[in-house]
Structures are given as C-alpha cells and as structure tokens.
C-alpha cells in the first residue's frame, strides 16, 4: 500500500483515490488510469520537435509502483493508452511488460484508432457495480456507476499572493466518474465547479477534495 495516507483517500465503499492519478477497488482488485498517451514524446520527435523521453519512463514507473503496492488482480486502463502510431512499438513492449505482473484490460480510446492494427483493445469492460469506457457518460446506463477518462480534468489553487498552480483532478458525479489523465505532458482542462461534481484535486502526496 502507498506510503502516505495523505496521498489516499476512500471516495466510496472500497474504493479508494491515489494521488498518483489511480482509482483502486479493495474488493474486486482492480486498478484503473486513464489517458497514458504513451509516446507522446515520440510522436512529437516523429514531427520535428526534439523532446526529452522522460515522460514515458515517468508513466511505466508510477505505473510499476501501483502495481507494487496494491498488487491487483488487474489493471485496467481506461483508453488513450498511446498518443498516436509512433508509439505502437513501445506501447505494446508496455504491456507485455505490465503483464508480467497482472491481467492488463486496455480499453479503446479515441487516440488509439492509430494502432488497433497492432494491439488488442476493447471498447469496454464491466462488473456488476462498474462500467469503464473512455469517452462520454451514457445515459442509458442509469444503474451502474460509469468510470470514463477522455476529459483530463483538472482543478486550480490559488493563494493570496497570487500564486496559481494546476493540479490534475478526479470527477466524481452521481453515476459517471472521470478519472484525471495520467500522462505527465497531459496539461488538463479546468472542470468546472458545480453541485453535481465532487472535484477531488491530485498530487502524489496529498489529495484534496474542493
């Protein structure tokens, strides 16, 4: 388990929010992240533009250690898994590596049309409680709690001195949770504050609820 319990915090029965941009479920064991765009760097390359690769030994690592600590019957990522096709090679070495250590559900998202030729993906996966998918919360799914990822939200924190920093957020509305992206060049988009959301703010040490 994590080393910090600022960094955790229980969202709803047996499930629990990781400061490391992760959704655990204690009972039925599955850990869920969103929006790796792994490669991004590489496909930034591929255009022209020299970028550190960082990024992509900063997903795997934090991804390594979630799994580490919470040893999961599986993981599940919730769409996005590449930024586009010049990642289909490092992004399947990804998962066969990740499933060396646990079952690996990746589910279609819309920057994954570039390698279905290459990697299996599927649109969905379900349990009795849970339906993940990575665009849109549906309507006609009214029973069921929707974890989704596609939007990465994200909160803002402000100080009197002026001060604002940005921090990626997790959505947690009646039936649709929106799980924040994982992929560190991920800049995220402001989710607005209102009654239907619960915004809980993502650091790796602390999480915060607005």
């Known amino acids: 388990m994590p080393a910090t319990a600022a960094g955790l915090v229980a969202i709803a029965p047996n499930v629990l929010l990781d400061g490391r941009l992760a959704l655990f479920h204690e009972t039925e064991r599955w850990l869920a992240v969103a929006d790796l765009h792994f490669g991004y760097e590489l496909s930034q390359r591929a255009a022209g533009r020299l970028m550190p690769l960082w990024g992509m030994t900063s ?3 934090r991804l390594v ?5 919470y040893q999961p019957r599986r993981l599940i990522i919730v769409g996005d898994l590449v930024h586009d096709k010049a ?3 490092a992004a399947s070495e990804l998962l066969g590596r990740l499933r060396e250590r646990c079952d690996v559900i990746a589910l279609a998202g819309n920057h994954d049309r570039h390698v279905t030729h290459a990697i299996a993906l599927t649109p969905r996966w379900e349990t009795p409680e849970y ?3 990575h665009g849109h ?3 006609d799914e009214p029973a069921r709690i929707q974890i989704i990822g596609h ?3 994200a909160a803002m924190v402000r100080d009197g001195a002026g001060l604002r920093l940005k921090f990626p957020a997790f959505v947690q509305q009646d039936r649709c949770w929106i799980l924040p992206a994982f992929s560190p060049w991920a800049g995220g988009v402001i989710w607005p504050e209102d009654d239907e959301s619960r915004i809980w703010l993502c650091t ?3 999480v915060l609820r607005l």
């Open 59 to 61: 997903i795997e690592g």
């Open 151 to 153: 939007h990465h939200p």
């Open 65 to 69: 250690e979630l799994l580490e600590d």
């Open 131 to 133: 339906v993940f998918q």
């Open 87 to 89: 990642s289909t090679v």
């Open 137 to 139: 919360c549906k309507a």
């Open 204 to 206: 790796p040490r602390r």
